[in-house]
């Protein structure tokens, strides 16, 4: 139940960002850094739900063969989306290029948990992180949400790269101390 209430509760305060009418309605009522403040609050503790209901959960096994050759990547795309989600906060060539790194590299992060992970409530939860942000890519247009970068700088990109490493790192030590789940290698 914590788990479900997790997914309900950051994905429905992240979903306020997808209708612009219903958010700025509510920043006109109790304003920016009430707004701001509760969807913090409302993110936090959806998380903390996730995380803390996580294992709560009696899971279904899903019949679906995972090689070892699975495992041997998942440090690899998993840099890789730590690379993206990092770049995408920088002006960096790598947000140039890409145009939606946050959205690669959640996608990349989800996949791979997904592919790792052959149970019910884990597709659940990636397929669910797949879904909003392939759906707030696809709408951001409209939404006037425009990806750019007006000087992308060099130094940028490597700073992003080694985040990107240390914290590939540091969770590839310290996931079942971060999350409460141990990695499947």
């Not at 109790?30 to 739900?49: D, E, H, K, N, R």
């Not at 942000?133 to 940028?156: C, D, F, W, Y």
Request: hydrophobic share 55%.
């Amino acid at each position: 139940m914590v788990f479900f209430l997790g997914i309900a509760l950051f994905f429905g305060v992240h979903g306020l960002g997808l209708l612009p009418r219903l958010r700025n309605q509510l920043v006109n009522r109790i304003g920016q850094s009430a707004y701001m403040g509760l969807y913090s609050l409302f993110s936090i503790a959806g998380l903390a739900c996730l995380v803390v209901g996580f294992d709560s959960v009696h899971t279904l096994e899903l019949s679906i063969p995972i090689g070892s050759a699975v495992y041997s990547f998942s440090s690899y795309w998993m840099f890789l989306s730590f690379w993206l989600l990092i770049s995408a906060n920088l002006s960096t060539y790598v947000k140039l290029w890409t145009q939606h790194p946050m959205t690669w590299g959640i996608v990349i992060w989800a996949l791979g948990h997904m592919l790792v992970n052959p149970d019910l409530h884990s597709w659940v939860l990636f397929g669910a992180f797949v879904t909003f942000v392939l759906i707030s890519a696809m709408t951001s247009l409209k939404r006037n949400k425009q990806v750019g970068v007006s000087e992308p700088k060099a130094v940028l990109d490597l700073i992003s790269l080694s985040l990107a490493l240390a914290v590939t790192y540091l969770l590839q030590h310290f996931h079942e101390s971060f999350t409460g789940v141990a990695l499947s290698l």
